[in-house]
């Protein structure tokens, strides 16, 4: 990934949850130590193997959160949208990365060197916080992935996943409007299933009435039910 330019804004750190309780002052000289970055779809912003240690901030686009196995295997923990944050483990404890996050899409962000980064977290009690509490969240995200790979079948699996998907949706009324969704393959690799099941699932929800999942029309009809599936 280049270098990036230096036309960072302190209005363009005000969207981040990270910077908002901050000073203008304040996000003004943070601002001064970032970067900006253009990437393609299929560009690499993380790669497990390489040192760098930045932290990265999603302006536009979407950033695929995955990891190769040794025989090629690709294994989605995630896609991260506008206005997240990801790079902050290595960052913090100066180890490895943890995974390899693509473009999705064009992709627009911005960087902090983990010295400025960690600067920031030491300097202000806001930034401090809304990074423990990022933490915080994806340890509580990951234990309850894990609960539901061994204590729920696949169909129940798919269900999850869909209501983490409808987290991030438009709501209209009763419904929820997905406008980026991952493939039937992706999903599978989030849940360790297989496509074929996945489709077999979505097909029965869909046949249901309870989803409309078909190209440029994903429509969760009746998030109660996907709720009460789960639980039943």
Same mark, same amino acid.
């Given at each position: ?11 363009m ?68 949208? @506008? ?35 960690l ?32 204590a729920?079948t ?7 996943? $869909?209501?983490? $998907? ?11 409007? $997905?406008?980026?969704? @991952? ?8 849940i ?12 029965? $929800?869909?046949n249901a ?5 078909? @190209? ?17």
């Amino acid at each position: 990934m280049s270098r990036g330019d230096s036309n960072v804004s302190a209005a363009m750190l005000a969207d981040f949850e990270l910077f908002q309780n901050l000073e203008t002052a304040d996000r003004e000289s943070i601002a001064k130590q970032a970067r900006r970055h253009h990437l393609q779809k299929g560009q690499y912003v993380i790669s497990a193997s390489n040192k760098n240690r930045d932290v990265f901030f999603i302006l536009k686009g979407h950033v695929g959160v995955c990891s190769f196995s040794e025989n090629g295997k690709q294994v989605q923990f995630d896609q991260l949208t @506008p206005g997240m944050m990801f790079g902050e483990l290595a960052a913090i404890d100066g180890g490895s990365r943890s995974s390899d996050c693509i473009a999705d899409s064009e992709l627009e962000l911005i960087s902090l060197s983990s010295k400025a980064f960690l600067e920031a977290m030491y300097e202000h009690q806001a930034v401090n916080k809304a990074v423990l509490d990022r933490l915080a969240g994806l340890v509580r995200s990951n234990m309850q992935k894990v609960f539901e790979f061994s204590a729920y079948t696949v169909a129940q699996r798919v269900r999850c996943e $869909l209501l983490r $998907l409808a987290s991030h949706g438009h709501s209209r009324g009763s419904e929820v409007i $997905l406008f980026e969704v @991952p493939t039937h393959a992706e999903i599978a690799t989030r849940i360790s299933s297989h496509r074929e099941a996945v489709t077999r699932e979505l097909k029965n $929800l869909e046949n249901a009435g309870v989803i409309t999942w078909r @190209p440029r029309t994903y429509v969760i009809h009746d998030v109660t039910n996907l709720r009460d599936g789960i639980r039943s």
